[in-house]
């Protein structure tokens, strides 16, 4: 009989993986990590419960979170991931030669290292570039405390339960701006918003504390069920989120890097919201 996993994010409905063979099953101290194979998405990452990440679909995820803020600002030099174990994240930042220096802090060194050794492909040997300083602490620490400045700033993190909670506080969104540099992007990964929209009501509540600009924008990921997944934007500088396509255009093709979701056109198309969500984070006139 085929074993099966049940993922348990949400109470009353979920998605259901039949597992091939798993590799990895460990409680690290901060979460029950597990990496298991499935005939379809191939290597399957879990944290206490939910799905994180997949062999399959990872690169739309990844794409979007990094791609859409840096070629929106289109002169980052420093970045700053928080979280991002598997590698995901880094090793789409580092594709950009334009970037001199990117820190990661990830809590878990334990995902780190099954990540490299399980799902070598996430990170395609980013934690080896020479311009990653990778930091293991808790980013809310790390941010309170950080001297440094950067030009954008990722939040990969977990739902906000569990060890990601407190990375969706008032308190973590204002420190992270105090390490910005002026015109700089903070984004951060906010759930599929159809089955999660309190959280992107709170999140747009909190971040407008601080920020003069907040907004989302979506992909869809199919390991993330129930919808398109959002993506929280905030930075200071409106004109940021409407930089043309024309524009997006050239910054792409300079880069050199060669995407396999993203584009300018989705690029600037991922910013239009339904109207369902535009009411309930107060723009339903989309401004």
């Known amino acids: 009989m085929t074993k099966t996993w049940n993922e348990t994010l949400y109470d009353a409905w979920g998605q259901r993986h039949d597992i091939d063979k798993v590799y990895f099953e460990f409680d690290t101290g901060h979460q029950q990590l597990m990496i298991f194979h499935n005939a379809l998405f191939g290597r399957v990452m879990v944290l206490d419960g939910v799905v994180q990440t997949t062999e399959k679909d990872e690169f739309i995820y990844h794409e979007m979170l990094t791609h859409v803020p840096i070629l929106a600002h289109g002169k980052a030099k420093r970045v700053l991931i928080i979280g991002g174990g598997d590698g995901g994240i880094l090793r789409e930042v580092c594709r950009h030669t334009s970037i001199e220096h990117v820190t990661q802090v990830e809590i ?80 951060t990964q906010n759930g599929v918003v159809f089955m999660q929209l309190d959280e992107v009501k709170t999140t747009a509540q909190r971040m407008a504390l601080t920020f003069g600009d907040v907004h989302f ?46 584009n300018p056109d989705i690029h600037v198309a991922s910013f239009c919201l339904p109207q369902y969500v535009l009411e309930a984070i107060g723009k339903a006139d989309n401004s």
């Open 217 to 262: 924008y979506t992909a869809a990921v199919p390991t993330y069920v129930g919808g398109v997944m959002t993506f929280a934007w905030s930075s200071d500088n409106k004109a940021l989120r409407h930089v043309d396509v024309n524009t997006i255009r050239e910054r792409y093709k300079a880069s050199g890097i060669k995407t396999r979701y993203y």
């Open 108 to 187: 878990d060194k334990a995902v780190i290292d099954m990540a490299i050794e399980y799902l070598p492909n996430h990170s395609a040997g980013a934690y080896d570039d020479p311009r990653a300083n990778i930091v293991i602490d808790d980013g809310c620490r790390f941010v309170a405390q950080c001297q440094d400045k950067f030009d954008i700033i990722i939040s990969d993190s977990t739902d906000p339960i569990g060890p990601g909670e407190v990375l969706f506080t008032s308190q973590f969104y204002s420190d992270c701006k105090r390490c910005l540099n002026d015109g700089g992007i903070m984004v």
